[in-house]
């Protein structure tokens, strides 16, 4: 895909209009240039440095195959942009249909309930959460007499804005769940929220109405929403209301489950993909440009591989395998060395072997260099002495004679050492070629390692993209990987994060506070650093460090509920021990 060539193209899409703009880009209603009659929502994401990376969260999404989830059709970049095409969805979004004064049917709502629990069922299976669920994000369509509710926005916008840049609005927060107030947010966040919006479509009211943020903070820490039969007259179906409420629950562990569970409650039980009739077409989303983004990093990761062996051939060349015996048990040698954890005679031993055999292969490679060309010197042919030789002594006679004849005899005489190396023919031949293997044997190694880092960083990319496609991202080889990868993203802070969020998962508190402190070297003010940072030690038990700094954030950010909330619970766990 090229970059834009028009002001109302964008690689092949052609622009029809505006449809919406915010901080994370805009998007648009546009058509391919091939397919002039089928519109697409286009998003154009300001990539900020990261497109790259950033290119892994539609690839991920494109493999949502489900009728209640916006289809990705395409993604590419397009110069410093991420662009996505998504299926365009003919209809409005929930919230203008609220704001509007639209009432929705019990039945409507129990299957508003059912379509999205199918979808996060989807997303949730790939480890994928939402994080950001409220009407404005649920587009609603009309297929004869059954509404479609489809679920946009994954958060692929939040995810280039930067997690410095990352601001909640009192209409993000109306839909928070208790921990993701906290700055811990799962799979049941999302759940929590859909009982939010479907409170909302049953009472026509908040289920936590607070005036102002704290307010609506302190009520969903710590207050329980009215029951929607006591909310308003209209009697409400016994089942659905125990599911609302259900949903709504502040402990996790008597809130619903998972997404399946409350389609089981529900009585669904189907397969999520088929929560909707056959008769809707949906379309499978096989982005053309995802495919040759793979094909584009395998390419690269081919010819890498290509350039490095050319360079050990050279380098290797001269002096045969056995340097590059040595040369490679030198490395390994040192590697083995440098896992050990500490200092001891074995690593001392294994270090000093790596040394000897590193210098024994550079010495044996301008050894060999230097004599294989005095070698090719030797055996070039001799230049051919012009000599007057004067005859024996004869009689005077015969020496008046020689003065008027000169006798002038060729034969070959062999030059000297120094004439040998320094034949006027073969010397700048021999010259250039030393000169030009010297600077071989000194660069080539640097060249080398500069490909093999590449390469690696590459291969590493490609595994980390496979296993996150492949469903595998909540295993520990995954997780493994995201360590492995932080080598060469130590700069990252997203990248951080996602490796830190990936450990407070598995319960390992204090190695996400390692890199939550790894982080805020980087960047002292970053929010979810901060938080992350301050959750670890409250779930440590570490207060007073949990305290100090919520404080620290608080001072320079003047008020945040997350850390004044945060705080507040550790004075008052530490006045009741």
Same mark, same amino acid.
């Given at each position: 895909?090229?970059?834009?060539?028009?002001?109302?193209?964008?690689?092949?899409?052609?622009?029809?209009?505006?449809?919406?703009?915010?901080?994370?880009?805009?998007?648009?209603?546009?058509?391919?240039?091939?397919?002039?009659?089928?519109?697409?929502?286009?998003?154009?994401?300001?990539?900020?440095?990261?497109?790259?990376?950033?290119?892994?969260?539609?690839?991920?999404?494109?493999?949502?195959?489900?009728?209640?989830?916006?289809?990705?059709?395409?993604?590419?970049?397009?110069?410093?942009?991420?662009?996505?095409?998504?299926?365009?969805?003919?209809?409005?979004?929930?919230?203008?249909?609220?704001?509007?004064?639209?009432?929705?049917?019990?039945?409507?709502?129990?299957?508003?309930?059912?379509?999205?629990?199918?979808?996060?069922?989807?997303?949730?299976?790939?480890?994928?959460?939402?994080?950001?669920?409220?009407?404005?994000?649920?587009?609603?369509?009309?297929?004869?007499?059954?509404?479609?509710?489809?679920?946009?926005?994954?958060?692929?916008?939040?995810?280039?804005?930067?997690?410095?840049?990352?601001?909640?609005?009192?209409?993000?927060?109306?839909?928070?769940?208790?921990?993701?107030?906290?700055?811990?947010?799962?799979?049941?966040?999302?759940?929590?929220?859909?009982?939010?919006?479907?409170? /909302?479509?049953? =009472?026509?009211?908040?289920?936590?109405? @607070?005036?102002?943020?704290?307010?609506? %903070? !302190?009520? &969903? $820490?710590?207050?329980?929403?009215?029951?929607?039969?006591?909310?308003?007259?209209?009697?409400?179906?016994?089942?659905?209301?125990?599911?609302?409420?259900?949903?709504?629950?502040?402990?996790?562990?008597?809130?619903?489950?998972?997404?399946?569970?409350?389609?089981?409650?529900?009585?669904?039980?189907?397969?999520?993909?088929?929560?909707?009739?056959?008769?809707?077409?949906?379309?499978?989303?096989?982005?053309?440009?995802?495919?040759?983004?793979?094909?584009?990093?395998?390419?690269?990761?081919?010819?890498?591989?290509?350039?490095?062996?050319?360079?050990?051939?050279?380098?290797?060349?001269?002096?045969?395998?056995?340097?590059?015996?040595?040369?490679?048990?030198?490395?390994?040698?040192?590697?083995?060395?440098?896992?050990?954890?500490?200092? /001891?005679?074995? =690593?001392?031993?294994?270090?000093?072997? @790596?040394?000897?055999?590193?210098?024994? %292969? !550079?010495? &044996? $490679?301008?050894?060999?260099?230097?004599?294989?060309?005095?070698?090719?010197?030797?055996?070039?042919?001799?230049?051919?002495?012009?000599?007057?030789?004067?005859?024996?002594?004869?009689?005077?006679?015969?020496?008046?004679?020689?003065?008027?004849?000169?006798?002038?005899?060729?034969?070959?005489?062999?030059?000297?050492?120094?004439?040998?190396?320094?034949?006027?023919?073969?010397?700048?031949?021999?010259?250039?070629?030393?000169?030009?293997?010297?600077?071989?044997?000194?660069?080539?190694?640097?060249?080398?390692?500069?490909?093999?880092?590449?390469?690696?960083?590459?291969?590493?990319?490609?595994?980390?993209?496979?296993?996150?496609?492949?469903?595998?991202?909540?295993?520990?080889?995954?997780?493994?990987?995201?360590?492995?990868?932080?080598?060469?993203?130590?700069?990252?802070?997203?990248?951080?994060?996602?490796?830190?969020?990936?450990?407070? %998962?598995?319960?390992?508190?204090?190695?996400?506070?390692?890199?939550?402190?790894?982080?805020?070297?980087?960047?002292?003010?970053?929010?979810?650093?901060?938080?992350?940072?301050?959750?670890?030690?409250?779930?440590?038990?570490?207060?007073?460090?949990?305290?100090?700094?919520?404080?620290?954030?608080?001072?320079?950010?003047?008020?945040?509920?997350?850390?004044?909330?945060?705080?507040?619970?550790?004075?008052?766990?530490?006045?009741?021990?």
């Amino acid at each position: 895909m090229g970059t834009s060539t028009a002001a109302e193209q964008i690689g092949p899409y052609v622009i029809d209009a505006e449809l919406g703009r915010g901080s994370f880009g805009v998007v648009y209603r546009a058509h391919h240039v091939d397919r002039p009659d089928m519109h697409l929502a286009l998003k154009v994401v300001e990539g900020r440095g990261k497109v790259e990376q950033l290119m892994l969260e539609p690839a991920l999404l494109s493999q949502f195959d489900h009728p209640c989830i916006v289809g990705v059709e395409d993604f590419f970049q397009d110069g410093g942009r991420l662009v996505i095409a998504l299926e365009f969805i003919e209809g409005e979004d929930l919230k203008t249909l609220l704001d509007r004064g639209e009432v929705f049917s019990q039945e409507q709502i129990r299957d508003l309930l059912i379509q999205m629990a199918s979808a996060l069922a989807v997303a949730h299976s790939r480890n994928v959460i939402h994080r950001d669920i409220k009407p404005s994000n649920i587009l609603v369509r009309r297929d004869g007499g059954r509404l479609r509710f489809v679920l946009t926005d994954f958060g692929i916008g939040q995810q280039v804005e930067g997690i410095q840049d990352r601001k909640h609005t009192g209409g993000t927060y109306m839909f928070m769940a208790p921990e993701q107030l906290r700055g811990r947010p799962g799979p049941q966040s999302d759940l929590w929220a859909l009982g939010v919006v479907a409170y /909302r479509m049953l =009472t026509g009211r908040m289920p936590f109405p @607070g005036p102002s943020l704290p307010e609506l %903070a !302190h009520q &969903i $820490m710590y207050v329980n929403p009215e029951p929607p039969s006591k909310a308003g007259s209209t009697p409400v179906d016994a089942e659905l209301e125990a599911a609302i409420l259900r949903l709504l629950d502040k402990s996790l562990h008597e809130r619903t489950a998972s997404a399946e569970s409350l389609l089981r409650q529900l009585g669904y039980q189907g397969k999520p993909e088929n929560v909707l009739s056959r008769s809707t077409t949906v379309r499978k989303a096989i982005p053309a440009a995802g495919e040759s983004l793979e094909r584009k990093l395998s390419n690269a990761i081919w010819w890498k591989r290509f350039w490095l062996a050319i360079v050990i051939v050279i380098y290797l060349l001269p002096t045969g395998i056995f340097t590059g015996v040595l040369l490679l048990g030198g490395v390994w040698l040192f590697f083995k060395g440098q896992v050990e954890d500490r200092w /001891r005679l074995r =690593t001392r031993v294994l270090a000093l072997l @790596g040394s000897l055999a590193l210098f024994a %292969a !550079h010495s &044996i $490679m301008h050894y060999v260099v230097h004599e294989w060309f005095i070698i090719l010197g030797w055996l070039a042919p001799s230049p051919v002495v012009e000599v007057s030789a004067s005859p024996p002594e004869k009689s005077a006679k015969d020496s008046t004679a020689a003065n008027t004849t000169t006798i002038k005899t060729k034969k070959k005489e062999p030059a000297t050492q120094l004439e040998l190396v320094a034949g006027r023919e073969l010397a700048p031949v021999i010259g250039t070629g030393v000169a030009a293997l010297n600077v071989v044997s000194y660069l080539a190694p640097a060249i080398a390692a500069a490909i093999y880092i590449r390469l690696r960083r590459q291969q590493r990319e490609k595994v980390l993209r496979d296993a996150a496609l492949s469903g595998s991202s909540g295993s520990e080889q995954y997780l493994d990987l995201l360590r492995n990868a932080l080598e060469y993203r130590f700069g990252d802070v997203g990248f951080h994060l996602k490796y830190a969020e990936a450990l407070i %998962a598995r319960g390992r508190f204090e190695d996400a506070a390692v890199e939550a402190r790894l982080m805020l070297v980087q960047d002292g003010y970053n929010f979810n650093a901060n938080l992350m940072l301050a959750n670890c030690y409250y779930s440590l038990g570490l207060l007073a460090e949990c305290i100090t700094v919520c404080e620290q954030y608080l001072a320079v950010s003047g008020y945040c509920f997350e850390f004044a909330e945060l705080r507040d619970q550790c004075r008052r766990r530490m006045g009741a021990s």
